[in-house]
């Protein structure tokens, strides 16, 4: 192999991260997300694979087809959409985050079984009308830990049974449609405190336990024959005392490869993880997850500077020749796996099918939890027909994103439908209007003499995200819910994502007060949800707002 093949070969491991968008100022990551100039010579040096995030549907139609021709070549087009494509890219179906089918396994398993199948094949379907041919998903950690910072609802379960049903049922979706899937993140990232975006976290368990619980999921998929499994960034001794999941070979060789018997390819987390990022240079970490027994190397920090090492690697014998040949071996062998994923002669635009918006809305409702509607809610819209504005109170809803974000648009139901009623807005979120008191004062957490008067209904976006670190989930709002009961103030509460929080707070609520849950954010969760605390028997006024009514 001469130097040229040599680096046309490593360059093939490499996936890059791209926008959606067409164009460099659309970028919403330009830190991350390479431009377009960049990415088009990269792909003509023989990097084989793109990562993409942001822009709608269509659009991402349009940008698989320009990847793919700069290539010149096939290469993996991926995208993390675990939610379905609309978590990502707008137009499509996004569905409710896995964990809300955990829960339902609690109560009728076989129902969640099948829906998780269904899951996986709206995820593939959909995404190989866009041009993505491998969706990073299922998600296989247990979230044995409610304090997990970045898992949370990302999770199908809390227990190993729950998730290895699951996730194979995704899988048998999945693989149904042609597309590529992923396991992640080995060997569990379910039990963790911290955020790997952010630090490195160490998992303290014993081989036993992690035989007994971690892996469980993963030796399920690997026995389904998912395509994929990506590495989590997680120092856990008991496997290896010195390198990180990501960077070692008693992990990704020994383990996964030796122990588990998987044969396919073996996928590293993003290298831009402070977890690796803060820890190893980008050729050096390409080196290191590639020595360990890593296929694709993701989004390496500086993409050339990891061609550049990992070539160097190779030369020098501190790689074995014969670890490329296999990985492109294991590459190629999924590429060929694939039908043809997207015709480009094809002029129909559609992304998501009727069906397809039918089961969306199937598991928002099925997800939903609501509670005390009946009392409190009655005596509300008694009142409500007789006076045109009759509730002068406060929309308190604290998202933890950063607006503009994709679950509060303009036209948010959490906003539209409050108002309908009288309530008027106030939005929280962390860089911006904060409902906090004096911290010193753990009796009035919050500042009601700056969010006004009247009752208060409570929203909560809180659920585990990347980059975050539970910061939401760590405000006092269990101190906040026993002010407003004791002021008498507290209209109504709504939880959307974590589950944690909503059995916390909800538990302390008198029957008197509504309350509901839902595991998704996005606006038809919104929608369902309110419609029903709010306007149990609907009304003229809310049916202006063109609300659908929504029933089981």
């Known amino acids: 192999m001469n130097a040229g093949e040599l680096r046309q070969g490593v360059a ?28 088009e010579q990269l792909l003509n040096a023989g990097v084989g694979g793109v990562i993409l995030l942001g822009g709608t549907a269509t659009e991402l139609q349009q940008r698989c087809r320009t990847l793919q021709r700069w290539a010149g070549q096939p290469i993996l087009l991926c995208a993390d959409v675990e939610e379905g494509v609309g978590q990502r890219f707008e137009g499509a179906s996004w569905l409710v985050p896995p964990m809300a089918l955990g829960r339902l396994h609690r109560r009728a398993p076989q129902q969640a079984v099948q829906l998780a199948e269904n ?64 396991a992640k993140h080995f060997p569990g990232h379910g039990d963790t405190a911290t955020d790997s975006h952010l630090e490195l976290p160490l998992l303290q368990h014993s081989r036993e336990r992690l035989e007994s619980l971690e892996l469980q999921p993963f030796r ?29 070979a008693n992990v990704l060789t020994r383990l996964l490869r030796v122990d588990l018997g998987f044969k396919g390819l073996v996928v590293t987390d993003a290298l831009v993880m402070e977890a690796i990022a803060a820890r190893y240079g980008a050729g050096e970490a390409a080196v290191l997850a590639f020595a360990a027994g890593a296929d694709l190397i993701l989004m390496p920090a500086d993409a050339v500077a990891a061609i550049d090492a990992l070539c160097d690697a190779l030369r020098s014998g501190r790689v074995p020749m014969a670890r490329l040949h296999d990985s492109l071996e294991r590459r190629q062998a999924a590429l060929q796996s694939l039908p043809l994923t997207l015709d480009s002669s094809n002029n129909d635009h559609r992304i998501e099918t009727a069906e397809e918006r039918a089961f969306s809305l199937e598991l928002v409702t099925r997800s939903l939890e609501i509670s005390n509607s009946s009392t409190a809610i009655g005596s509300i819209q008694a009142e409500a027909s007789t006076q045109p504005n009759p509730i002068d109170g406060i929309n308190l809803i604290r998202v933890d994103g950063v607006l503009p974000c994709p679950v509060l648009p303009a036209d948010a139901p959490a906003m539209l439908l409050p108002k309908a009623l009288g309530l008027h807005s106030v939005l929280s979120h962390p860089l911006g209007i904060s409902p906090w008191a004096d911290p010193a004062d753990p009796l009035a957490p919050l500042a009601l003499d700056r969010l006004g008067n009247g009752p208060l ?36 509460l709504v939880v959307y994502g974590s589950p944690y929080v909503w059995e916390a707070l909800s538990a302390l609520l008198p029957r008197s007060i509504p309350a509901a849950y839902s595991p998704g954010q996005m606006p038809d969760a919104q929608q369902q949800l309110l419609q029903r605390l709010l306007n149990p028997d609907p009304s003229p006024a809310l049916s202006t707002l063109g609300i659908n009514e929504f029933t089981d």
């Open 119 to 182: 899951y996986g094949r709206c995820c593939g379907n959909q995404a190989k009308r866009c041009g993505l041919n491998w969706v990073l998903a299922p998600v296989c950690d247990v979230n044995s830990n409610p304090d997990n910072p970045v898992i949370n609802v990302r999770a199908w379960g809390e227990d190993p049974h729950t998730v290895g049903e699951l996730t194979g049922a995704f899988q048998r979706g999945l693989a149904a449609t042609g597309v590529l899937g992923c």
């Open 12 to 39: 093939r491991l490499l996936v890059v991260r791209a926008s959606g968008h067409a164009t460099d100022r659309q970028r919403r990551y330009p830190r991350w997300e390479l431009s377009n100039n960049d990415l």
């Open 457 to 492: 209904l409570l929203q909560l976006f809180v659920r585990g995200n990347p980059f975050q670190a539970n910061r939401s989930m760590r405000e006092p709002w269990t101190d906040a819910i026993k002010q407003l009961i004791g002021l008498n103030r507290l209209f109504g």
């Open 220 to 248: 399920t998929l690997i026995q389904e024959g998912v395509s994929s499994v990506m590495t989590a960034h997680l120092l856990i001794p008991a496997l290896d005392e010195q390198w990180p999941a990501t960077l070692s």
